[in-house]
C-alpha cells in the first residue's frame, strides 16, 4: 500500500498521477531498487512526476505482490501476454499456414520452436525465431519435448508413418491441430509407440479469425493418452496453458464428440464460404451487417488451402450428406420464388387493372433469362425501384394533416408486419404519433 495522501504535494490536484498508474511503475522490478519511475517509454505524467516528485514522493510501505514472491510470480504466468516460466522445446511438423500461425504465438511466450515441413520454409521460420529442419532425423535429435502435428488432414496418416519415431525420447508428447479428430485420434494411437503420450486438439480458429487475439475462441482437446508419471503429466498442463494463457475458452471434449458437433457445420460453413468466394462479392459504403458476416465468411475460409476443405470431406462421414441437403435446400428455395413468381404471372394473365399490370410486369424475366441468371441487370428501373418510389402525395392534404407541434410527425405505416412494427418502435419513442 503506498501510504501517502496526496501523491506529489508539489503538483496541483489536476496533475497528480493516478493510483493506476503509480501501481504500474510500482510492479516494474527497476521501481522497487531505485524507488521511483525511470522508464523512458512511460508516458510525458510519469515522467515530469519522476523529476518534479524524485524529493517529495516517499514509500512507506508495499503491500503488492513484489517479483520475487510467489504471487508474484504467479500472476506473471498467468498474465496472457506473458511470457512462459516454463518454456517447452516444441517440434511443429508441418510448417505450412497452420502451423506458422501457431509458432507466433510460441515463440511470444518464450518456448524454443523447431520445425519440419515437407517444403523448405527456412525462411519463414527465420523470420519467426524457429529453427527449421529440413531433415526430421536431425530435428528429432535434439529431442523435443512435444511434437505439434500441423499437417494437412489428408497427408497426416503417409507421414507420420515415414518420421524417424525412433530418433525421439521414449515419453515425447504428441498433439494434432487437426480438423477432424476421430481420424486423428486412431491414426495415432495405431501409428505411435505405446510410450509416447497423444493430446488430439483443435484449436477452433484460423489465421484470419484470430487475427485480433484467441481471447475466447474455442480450443478443443481430448487427453487421449497420458502417463501417470508427474512430469508427464505436469507437461500436459504446460502445453494446454500455452492456449489458456491467451485465454482460449478451454473444451475438453472426445474426439467423437467433436466430430458429431462440429463435422457438419465446418464442412458447412467452409463449403459456404467457397461458393461465396466464387461470386467475387465487394464491400460497398452501404454494406447491411447480413451482408458484412457473408464478407467475413469469404475472409475467414477463403485463404484456407483446398487440401483443408478436401480434407473435411474426406474424413467426415456426413459431409457428403450435408452437401446433399445444401443442394435440395437451394432447389426448394428457388422452386419457392419460381412458384411466387407464376402467381405473379397468372395474375397478370387474368386481371385487366392497368396500374397493377404496369408495376408487376415480369415478362423481362421471362424473356431476357431463361436460365435465371442476370435478372438485376436486366429488371426494368420500375421494378427495381419499387420499393421506394415515392406514392404521390397531395401537397395540401399533407400540410393539412401535420401535427401542430413543429417537431412532431403524424406518421401512418403502411405494411404493419415485421419491419413496419419495428420502425414504430422508435417512432413512438421519439413522440411522433
Ligand atoms: P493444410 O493445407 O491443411 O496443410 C498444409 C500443411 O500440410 C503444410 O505444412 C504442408 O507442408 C503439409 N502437407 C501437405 N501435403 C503434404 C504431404 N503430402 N506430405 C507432407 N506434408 C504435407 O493447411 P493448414 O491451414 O496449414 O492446416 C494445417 C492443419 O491444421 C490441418 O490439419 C488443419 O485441419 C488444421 N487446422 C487448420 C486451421 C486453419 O484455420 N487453417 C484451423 C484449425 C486446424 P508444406 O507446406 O511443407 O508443403
Given at each position: 500500500?503506498?501510504?501517502?495522501?496526496?501523491?506529489?504535494?508539489?503538483?496541483?490536484?489536476?496533475?497528480?498521477?493516478?493510483?493506476?498508474?503509480?501501481?504500474?511503475?510500482?510492479?516494474?522490478?527497476?521501481?522497487?531498487?531505485?524507488?521511483?519511475?525511470?522508464?523512458?517509454?512511460?508516458?510525458?505524467?510519469?515522467?515530469?512526476?519522476?523529476?518534479?516528485?524524485?524529493?517529495?514522493?516517499?514509500?512507506?510501505?508495499?503491500?503488492?505482490?513484489?517479483?520475487?514472491?510467489?504471487?508474484?510470480?504467479?500472476?506473471?504466468?498467468?498474465?496472457?501476454?506473458?511470457?512462459?516460466?516454463?518454456?517447452?522445446?516444441?517440434?511443429?511438423?508441418?510448417?505450412?499456414?497452420?502451423?506458422?500461425?501457431?509458432?507466433?504465438?510460441?515463440?511470444?511466450?518464450?518456448?524454443?520452436?523447431?520445425?519440419?515441413?515437407?517444403?523448405?520454409?527456412?525462411?519463414?521460420?527465420?523470420?519467426?525465431?524457429?529453427?527449421?529442419?529440413?531433415?526430421?532425423?536431425?530435428?528429432?535429435?535434439?529431442?523435443?519435448?512435444?511434437?505439434?502435428?500441423?499437417?494437412?488432414?489428408?497427408?497426416?496418416?503417409?507421414?507420420?508413418?515415414?518420421?524417424?519415431?525412433?530418433?525421439?525420447?521414449?515419453?515425447?508428447?504428441?498433439?494434432?491441430?487437426?480438423?477432424?479428430?476421430?481420424?486423428?485420434?486412431?491414426?495415432?494411437?495405431?501409428?505411435?509407440?505405446?510410450?509416447?503420450?497423444?493430446?488430439?486438439?483443435?484449436?477452433?480458429?484460423?489465421?484470419?479469425?484470430?487475427?485480433?487475439?484467441?481471447?475466447?475462441?474455442?480450443?478443443?482437446?481430448?487427453?487421449?493418452?497420458?502417463?501417470?508419471?508427474?512430469?508427464?503429466?505436469?507437461?500436459?498442463?504446460?502445453?494446454?496453458?500455452?492456449?489458456?494463457?491467451?485465454?482460449?475458452?478451454?473444451?475438453?471434449?472426445?474426439?467423437?464428440?467433436?466430430?458429431?458437433?462440429?463435422?457438419?457445420?465446418?464442412?458447412?460453413?467452409?463449403?459456404?464460404?467457397?461458393?461465396?468466394?466464387?461470386?467475387?462479392?465487394?464491400?460497398?459504403?452501404?454494406?447491411?451487417?447480413?451482408?458484412?458476416?457473408?464478407?467475413?465468411?469469404?475472409?475467414?475460409?477463403?485463404?484456407?488451402?483446398?487440401?483443408?476443405?478436401?480434407?473435411?470431406?474426406?474424413?467426415?462421414?456426413?459431409?457428403?450428406?450435408?452437401?446433399?441437403?445444401?443442394?435440395?435446400?437451394?432447389?426448394?428455395?428457388?422452386?419457392?420464388?419460381?412458384?411466387?413468381?407464376?402467381?405473379?404471372?397468372?395474375k397478370r394473365q387474368y386481371?385487366?387493372?392497368?396500374?397493377?399490370?404496369g408495376l408487376l410486369d415480369?415478362?423481362?424475366?421471362?424473356?431476357?433469362?431463361?436460365?435465371?441468371?442476370?435478372?438485376?441487370?436486366?429488371?426494368?428501373?420500375?421494378?427495381?425501384?419499387?420499393?421506394?418510389?415515392?406514392?404521390?402525395?397531395?401537397?395540401?392534404?399533407?400540410?393539412?394533416?401535420?401535427?401542430?407541434?413543429?417537431?412532431?410527425?403524424?406518421?401512418?405505416?403502411?405494411?404493419?408486419?415485421?419491419?413496419?412494427?419495428?420502425?414504430?418502435?422508435?417512432?413512438?419513442?421519439?413522440?411522433?404519433?
Open positions: 500500500m503506498l501510504s501517502s495522501p496526496s501523491f506529489c504535494p508539489t503538483l496541483p490536484a489536476a496533475q497528480q498521477p493516478h493510483l493506476s498508474e503509480l501501481l504500474r511503475h510500482q510492479l516494474q522490478p527497476p521501481f522497487f531498487l531505485r524507488s521511483l519511475p525511470t522508464k523512458s517509454s512511460a508516458a510525458p505524467l510519469s515522467l515530469s512526476f519522476s523529476r518534479r516528485c524524485r524529493r517529495a514522493f516517499r514509500i512507506q510501505c508495499i503491500d503488492a505482490a513484489q517479483p520475487y514472491d510467489s504471487e508474484f510470480k504467479l500472476s506473471l504466468a498467468h498474465s496472457s501476454h506473458g511470457t512462459s516460466p516454463d518454456p517447452l522445446k516444441i517440434a511443429i511438423i508441418g510448417f505450412g499456414n497452420f502451423g506458422q500461425f501457431l509458432a507466433k504465438t510460441l515463440t511470444r511466450q518464450g518456448h524454443e520452436v523447431l520445425a519440419h515441413s515437407r517444403s523448405d520454409h527456412s525462411h519463414a521460420a527465420l523470420q519467426l525465431g524457429v529453427r527449421f529442419f529440413s531433415d526430421p532425423s536431425d530435428l528429432f535429435e535434439e529431442h523435443p519435448e512435444v511434437i505439434l502435428l500441423c499437417t494437412s488432414i489428408i497427408s497426416t496418416g503417409q507421414f507420420l508413418k515415414t518420421l524417424p519415431l525412433q530418433r525421439l525420447k521414449r515419453s515425447t508428447l504428441f498433439v494434432d491441430v487437426l480438423s477432424v479428430k476421430e481420424f486423428s485420434k486412431n491414426l495415432m494411437l495405431k501409428v505411435l509407440p505405446a510410450d509416447f503420450d497423444i493430446i488430439c486438439s483443435h484449436p477452433m480458429f484460423g489465421p484470419e479469425s484470430a487475427k485480433h487475439g484467441w481471447k475466447g475462441l474455442f480450443f478443443v482437446y481430448e487427453k487421449v493418452r497420458i502417463g501417470n508419471e508427474d512430469s508427464r503429466v505436469l507437461r500436459c498442463e504446460k502445453f494446454l496453458d500455452i492456449f489458456a494463457r491467451e485465454e482460449c475458452a478451454m473444451i475438453e471434449m472426445s474426439c467423437a464428440e467433436h466430430d458429431e458437433y462440429a463435422a457438419g457445420f465446418q464442412f458447412m460453413t467452409h463449403t459456404v464460404g467457397r461458393v461465396l468466394k466464387m461470386l467475387n462479392l465487394e464491400s460497398t459504403p452501404i454494406n447491411t451487417k447480413g451482408y458484412e458476416k457473408l464478407l467475413d465468411l469469404v475472409e475467414n475460409t477463403a485463404c484456407d488451402s483446398f487440401d483443408l476443405y478436401y480434407g473435411l470431406f474426406m474424413y467426415n462421414k456426413n459431409a457428403l450428406a450435408m452437401l446433399k441437403k445444401l443442394n435440395a435446400a437451394f432447389e426448394a428455395l428457388k422452386n419457392e420464388i419460381f412458384e411466387s413468381l407464376d402467381d405473379v404471372a397468372r386481371e385487366s387493372d392497368e396500374k397493377v399490370d415480369i415478362s423481362w424475366m421471362f424473356k431476357e433469362n431463361n436460365n435465371g441468371s442476370a435478372w438485376k441487370e436486366t429488371a426494368p428501373n420500375s421494378v427495381r425501384s419499387q420499393d421506394t418510389a415515392p406514392w404521390p402525395i397531395n401537397g395540401r392534404a399533407r400540410n393539412s394533416e401535420q401535427s401542430s407541434n413543429s417537431s412532431k410527425l403524424k406518421i401512418a405505416i403502411i405494411g404493419f408486419g415485421n419491419f413496419g412494427q419495428f420502425l414504430a418502435r422508435t417512432f413512438v419513442r421519439q413522440g411522433h404519433q
